[in-house]
């Protein structure tokens, strides 16, 4: 399969832990890497390589991954983080970039 | 500090052709890879091509190939994308993105803030 499944929207308690899910065949041999888009912005990279942040991310935003899905948990939800989240990974023949289709996070 | 700014969007007329560009600046542009990705109006996000550090790999998604060809100009630290036909199913805000391979190959670590394409007659 060449595609990327997330649940459409998740909410959260402020101050709670949230966890976004991203499932495909090409994350049996391919890592993840996660991005946030908030309203009329470009794209964030928050994770990458499964569970490594970029300098000035928050240590609130962390992945892992088992098996074909991969995992993006955000501990201590702030207001700030209300967001699209996307997934995205190589192929499996790594000559595409392939994009989750988003899950908007609500923090209540 | 890495900046990307793209440009070169508007109304477009179905089948005619366009060129959007993508300036570069605090980095430079011949030591990565680069990558054009699209969001049509409340959509998701669609990879749409990439070009190798060196310009002499090309990738497309199905959907464009044939239609789209990615090119730069590392001495102008610009990247470009040629559409020869467009059709409806262009419309989008089409974002330039550097791949990073420090990060991981085809992790992209640093987008544009878009520029957007309607096609409309």
């Known amino acids: 399969s060449s595609e990327l499944t997330q649940d459409p929207a998740v909410s959260v308690a402020l101050g709670q832990a949230v966890t976004i899910t991203c499932q495909g065949d090409?994350?049996?041999?391919?890592?993840a890497s996660w991005s946030q888009q908030k309203p009329g912005q470009a794209p964030l990279l928050v994770i990458y390589?499964?569970?490594n942040r970029p300098p000035g991310i928050p240590d609130r935003f962390a992945g892992s991954s088992s098996g074909n899905t991969a995992s993006l948990t955000i501990t201590g939800a702030q207001v700030d983080d209300e967001a699209v989240y996307f997934c995205?990974?190589?192929?499996?023949?790594?000559?595409?970039?392939?994009f989750g289709g988003g899950t908007k996070l609500t923090v209540l | 500090q890495v900046h990307l700014v793209e440009s070169g969007g508007g109304v477009v007329q179905p089948g005619r052709p366009l060129r959007i560009s993508c300036a570069a600046s605090?980095?430079?542009?011949?030591?990565?890879?680069m990558h054009w990705v699209r969001q049509p109006p409340g959509k998701g996000l669609e990879w749409v091509a990439m070009?190798?550090?060196?310009?002499?790999?090309?990738?497309?998604a199905d959907s464009v190939k044939g239609r789209f060809t990615i090119s730069r100009d590392n001495s102008k630290n610009t990247l470009y994308l040629q559409v020869k036909s467009l059709s409806s199913e262009d419309t989008a805000v089409y974002y330039c993105?550097?791949?990073?391979?420090?990060f991981g190959s085809g992790v992209l670590d640093s987008w544009g803030p878009g520029t957007l394409v309607i096609v409309s007659s």
């Open positions: 605090g980095f430079s542009l011949g030591t990565y890879g």
């Open positions: 070009t190798s550090f060196d310009g002499n790999q090309e990738r497309y």
């Open positions: 993105a550097r791949e990073n391979l420090l």
């Open positions: 390589r499964r569970d």
């Open positions: 995205h990974s190589r192929d499996s023949s790594a000559t595409h970039i392939l």
């Open positions: 090409s994350l049996l041999s391919r890592h």
